[in-house]
């Protein structure tokens, strides 16, 4: 099993930064990938960023270029670096770990563009 826990959600204006961390712990060493996914009110959950533990990483299209996936070198932790944040940022964050036979996740932490 992997356990992942989230951090960092918050409350910012328009234009502002924020940093989400998710540590992973468990058997971690079967981790393939780790990725944000997001939820909106209303609205499906989709894909934000994945990183794989060789280190490739994808964006959806609408966070490229001010969002950024990271993790640190023991791959326990991921990053989700979010800059220059927009009011449709908003949403609840929920990290993912993916191993060859099941997804794991996060219970999710808030994050809140004020205009």
């Known amino acids: 099993q992997v356990q992942l826990v989230e951090s960092g959600g918050g409350l910012v204006q328009a234009g502002g930064s924020l940093r989400l961390s998710c540590a992973a712990s468990?058997?971690?060493?079967?981790?393939?990938?780790m990725g944000w996914y997001r939820q909106a009110p209303g609205k499906q959950r989709e894909l934000v960023a994945v990183i794989t533990m060789g280190g490739s990483t994808n964006y959806a299209d609408s966070v490229k270029g001010r969002f950024t996936i990271s993790r640190t070198n023991d791959k326990n932790t991921a990053y989700l670096q979010m800059n220059s944040l927009k009011p449709e940022d908003t949403a609840v964050y929920y990290c993912?770990?993916?191993?060859?036979?099941?997804?794991?996740w996060g219970q999710g932490t808030q994050v809140t563009v004020s205009s």
């Open positions: 468990g058997i971690i060493f079967r981790i393939s990938a």
């Open positions: 993912n770990a993916a191993t060859s036979g099941y997804i794991y």
